[in-house]
């Protein structure tokens, strides 16, 4: 697709169990971020990958928080044992890292992560 | 990154002119001004950047100041789907996370 893509858009899960938040980044974009956005909040980042390495992890919140890019594409945000804490829309966001200060980050829509 | 500072909440009359302020002092010489805004239950869009020039697209005019302190986003005839977060983040051309603040409200008002 022509932007970036995050499923699920929403995800109501069990405190204690484990989710999955995908991102599909624009093609060729070698760059991806992940950011948290609480409620009423601003954004939190989270992590960042260039190709598939992480050179950034700073803002993973606890070793709960995990996240893998394989193929210079997808990436996956795993969050195990979820918190009520938790609960936050995960923003995915990818740019072309030759030259970002020409494109920015292109965000998509988010995950609404909803921990009961 | 450079830490921005701006005002929490801004009216705009509809088709008034919206000019959103940034101040950005400790901003480095490598540094670029980038603007997105967030419509509720979306995620952030990017609008314009620029490093020391005045810069427009067909979304909006950036004004920079010479010493590179601060900057103005403008919207020159703001309407109400105008409305939203508007983030002034500070960063340089190497990928790597950006800072986003808590941005400025803008509401459009009919």
């Known amino acids: 697709g022509a932007g970036v893509s995050q499923s699920p858009s929403n995800k109501v899960t069990e405190k204690g169990k484990d989710v999955e938040l995908r991102c599909d980044p624009i093609?060729?974009?070698?760059?991806l971020y992940w950011y948290r956005q609480r409620l009423g909040q601003g954004l939190e980042f989270l992590i960042y990958?260039?190709?598939?390495?992480?050179?950034?992890k700073s803002g993973l919140p606890s070793d709960r928080f995990s996240a893998e890019r394989t193929g210079e594409s997808v990436s996956t945000l795993t969050i195990q044992r979820t918190q009520q804490e938790d609960s936050a829309v995960y923003l995915c966001?990818?740019?072309?890292?030759?030259?970002?200060?020409?494109?920015?980050?292109?965000f998509g829509s988010g995950t609404r992560l909803t921990v009961v | 990154d450079a830490k921005t500072t701006q005002p929490p909440s801004m009216d705009c009359a509809e088709g008034r002119a919206a000019n959103l302020p940034c101040n950005h002092s400790?901003?480095?010489?490598?540094?670029?001004v980038y603007w997105y805004r967030q419509i509720h239950s979306q995620g952030p869009q990017y609008i314009i950047h620029?490093?020391?020039n005045n810069e427009t697209n067909e979304m909006a005019s950036l004004i920079i100041t010479e010493d590179r302190k601060s900057s103005t986003l403008i919207l020159p005839h703001a309407t109400l789907r105008d409305t939203a977060v508007y983030y002034c983040?500070?960063?340089?051309?190497?990928?790597?996370?950006?800072?986003f603040g808590d941005g400025t409200t803008l509401t459009v008002k009919p």
């Open positions: 966001a990818s740019s072309l890292q030759v030259d970002r200060a020409v494109y920015g980050y292109t």
């Open positions: 093609s060729g974009h070698t760059a």
């Open positions: 990958f260039q190709g598939n390495s992480a050179p950034d």
């Open positions: 400790t901003i480095s010489g490598n540094e670029y």
């Open positions: 620029g490093l020391k």
């Open positions: 983040i500070v960063s340089d051309t190497n990928a790597g996370k950006s800072t």
